[in-house]
Nanobody, 117 residues
């Protein structure tokens, strides 16, 4: 059973940093690309960053140079991370970890990130 559990969200001032984590289980983690999405109030869910199984990465334009996605494929870890620096109020959203596995997209429960002074 695929499970994704996000953590690391919180309240941070503009210019601050947060590191989100997503612990994965129930599938062969190292074989799959992983993504982070976010959804702000009143807006559609959007792709923030993804990382392939070979560690190639891509980012939406608004976070390039500020966010870094990474992964740890170790069997006892199996996690994907999102390091977020220079946070802006526009980054406020619920952040979701996701994987497309055997024809279905799985989502975690999300973690709230609020950027406010």
């Amino acid at each position: 059973q695929v499970q994704l559990v996000e953590s690391g969200g919180g309240l941070v001032q503009p210019g601050g940093s947060l590191r989100l984590s997503c612990a994965a289980s129930g599938f062969t983690f190292s074989n799959y690309a992983m993504s982070w999405y976010r959804q702000a109030p009143g807006k559609e869910r959007e792709l923030v960053a993804f990382i392939t199984r070979d560690n190639s990465t891509n980012y939406t334009d608004s976070v390039k140079g500020r966010f870094t996605i990474s992964r740890d494929n170790a069997q006892n870890t199996m996690s994907v991370y999102l390091q977020m620096n220079s946070l802006e109020p526009e980054d406020t959203a619920v952040y979701y970890c996701t994987v497309f596995h055997l024809g279905r997209r799985y989502w975690g429960q999300g973690t709230q990130v609020t950027v406010s002074s």
